[in-house]
């Protein structure tokens, strides 16, 4: 008896699409990075591969990603530490992001499977992957200022954060969910539905974000706010996808959340660019 497929989750094409987007883009940098490195002969190299196996193992010990998908969060460890080497690397509030996401995602997880909400044990896929973290990769590309580049990472990395922990704490502590658009009851899971206790909980996970970046790179006050409130724009521009193009059938949610991470970095870079630099 022959095993049917898994049927494939509604628009997969767009998750497949911001795949052909990022990794690709990824691998060049990786590759032109590399040899770079060789030619010198510079420590970076091994480093690189060290940190990357080292996260990659983590990742797929503590199973909070599908195999498919450490390799795609490998290729983002490696392009975030390429781009910003030694102690001030990106990797720091990226792994910042990765313990309170998972912390959030395994936290009321038997609250979770009453509502059918928990997520699946095999962790996240390769396309989730690239969604929450494909902007802050992409942001690496060397034409981007050095400065600019600092921040749209830290407001992406900061949205991802902030959006997860809402969304997954939420369906622990939330009462009964809001469409973000109209402010009426909605089920728990709904796109769109937001809880209070679920936007108190991002709204914190975006400030811890912003501190710990701010702290990495060296940004004053002002910085820290701006990566803040950048991240915070993202979260409720998360919801608003949710609430509209989503439910309507356009967009997926790994589009959603890859909009809402480039949002939150263009906005930051923006403010970089226009105040800080």
């Known amino acids: 008896m022959t095993k049917e497929p898994r049927p494939r989750p509604p628009l997969y094409w767009q998750s497949q699409l911001l795949l052909l987007i990022v990794v690709p883009v990824s691998c060049m940098w990786i590759f032109f990075q590399t040899v770079d490195a060789w030619e010198r002969r510079s420590p970076m190299l091994l480093q690189t591969v060290g940190i990357c196996i080292a996260f990659g193992l983590i990742v797929w010990l503590t199973r909070a990603a599908t195999t ?3 390799f795609t ?6 392009c975030l530490y390429l781009r910003i080497p030694g102690w001030r690397t990106a990797l720091w509030p990226l792994v910042a992001m990765l313990v309170l996401t998972l912390a959030a995602t395994r936290f009321g997880r038997s609250r979770k499977l ?3 909400l928990a997520e699946s044990r095999s962790g996240r896929s390769a396309s989730q992957v690239a969604a929450n973290l494909g902007i802050a990769a992409l942001a690496c590309i ?5 400065a ?4 749209g990472i830290a407001a992406a990395l900061t949205e991802a954060a902030a959006d997860t922990l809402s969304s997954e704490l939420g369906q622990v502590f939330g009462g009964q969910p ?9 089920p728990a899971g709904t796109d769109g539905g937001i809880t209070l206790a679920g936007t108190v909980c991002g709204c914190l996970g975006a400030a811890i974000l912003a501190v710990i970046s701010a702290a990495t790179f060296h940004f004053g006050l002002s910085w820290a706010a701006a990566i803040f409130s950048c991240g915070v724009l993202g979260l409720f521009v998360d919801s608003l996808l949710g609430a509209t193009l989503e439910r309507r059938g ?3 949610n790994d589009a959603v959340n890859f909009l809402s991470t480039l949002i939150s970095a263009a906005s930051a870079a923006w403010l970089a660019n226009r105040f800080f630099c």
């Open 142 to 146: 060397p034409a981007i200022p050095t």
């Open 148 to 151: 600019v580049a600092l921040a």
């Open 68 to 70: 498919p998908a450490v």
């Open 73 to 78: 969060g490998t290729m983002m460890t490696a």
């Open 178 to 186: 809001m469409l973000l658009t109209t402010f009426q009851p909605v």
């Open 250 to 252: 356009m967009l997926n």
């Open 114 to 116: 009453e509502l059918g």
